[in-house]
């Protein structure tokens, strides 16, 4: 469930209208997040993706199942973009994100809550970094 969870906390979709004054470089960004689940002593590893990001998809993204998972409410203040993401069915959460570019860099930090039947309510706190890497494929 904790993999379905950081894959679907990815998921969005923007408006391009909206951003186009956002101080970000559109192109190939290399995305390294570290998780971070509240009351586990164990770290887990960072991982790593590319995706191509544009003024149209502003949100660090993995693409994966994206039927269960909505943008609920999204906001921009100068730099940052900020949403609500909830998923639906039997890995239902939500997610709140913000992420604050630096025209070749952003950083972020996404807050996951959910209910696993096994251990109960979680917290996942994942910390997104990027960095521009060229132009998109």
Do not use: R
Request: glycine share 8%; charged share 30%; aromatic share 6%.
């Amino acid at each position: 469930m904790v993999k379905k969870l950081v894959i679907a906390v990815f998921i969005w979709t923007g408006s391009v209208t909206a951003w186009a004054d956002m101080n970000m470089h559109e192109g190939l960004w290399e995305i390294t997040t570290k998780m971070e689940m509240v009351g586990m002593p164990m770290q887990m590893p960072a991982t790593k993706h590319t995706q191509c990001i544009t003024k149209e998809k502003m949100v660090p993204q993995k693409e994966n199942d994206k039927d269960n998972c909505k943008i609920v409410k999204q906001e921009m203040e100068g730099d940052t973009v900020k949403w609500v993401l909830e998923c639906s069915g039997k890995d239902a959460m939500k997610a709140e994100g913000k992420t604050t570019y630096h025209g070749d860099t952003f950083e972020g930090i996404i807050t996951i809550k959910a209910k696993d039947p096994e251990t109960g309510e979680m917290k996942i706190i994942n910390h997104v970094a990027g960095k521009y890497v060229g132009a998109c494929k």
